[in-house]
């Protein structure tokens, strides 16, 4: 039986019951546990990517997952450019998909 399979009661870490919370992320509602990163919420919920490059549109979603790649960004709760790696979820953000096109270019006009 491998780690995961072991049941919450038998676990000898006993880790401390998890207090759900609900963020919106581009209008619709998802699921996570307080303490997890915003980019955590996402994956447990199985979104991937959430960001597009500026350059081909390319989906991105975490990649170095500590704060530095910037891969992750996100705007939570109006602010833009939060790195939803580094930024801890709380219950009722909303969390929308950021695509920045470049300066000059079809799209930005
Ligand atoms: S995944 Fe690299 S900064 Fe968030």
Do not use: K
């Not at 891969?71 to 833009?80: E, K, T």
């Not at 930024?87 to 799209?107: F, I, K, M």
């Amino acid at each position: 039986m491998g780690a995961r399979l072991l049941p919450a009661d038998g676990d000898p870490i006993r880790p401390a019951p998890t207090t759900e919370l609900q963020i919106e992320v581009d209008g619709s509602l998802v699921a996570g546990v307080e303490g997890q990163s915003i980019a955590g919420v996402l994956l447990g919920s199985g979104i991937l990517a959430w960001r597009t490059t500026s350059v081909g549109g390319r989906p991105r979603g975490v990649f170095c997952g500590i704060g530095v790649c910037y891969d992750c960004l996100v705007v939570v709760n109006g602010l833009r450019d939060v790195r939803a790696c580094q930024r801890r979820a709380v219950a009722g953000d909303v969390v929308s998909t950021q695509h920045d096109p470049l300066p000059g270019s079809e799209e930005s006009a």
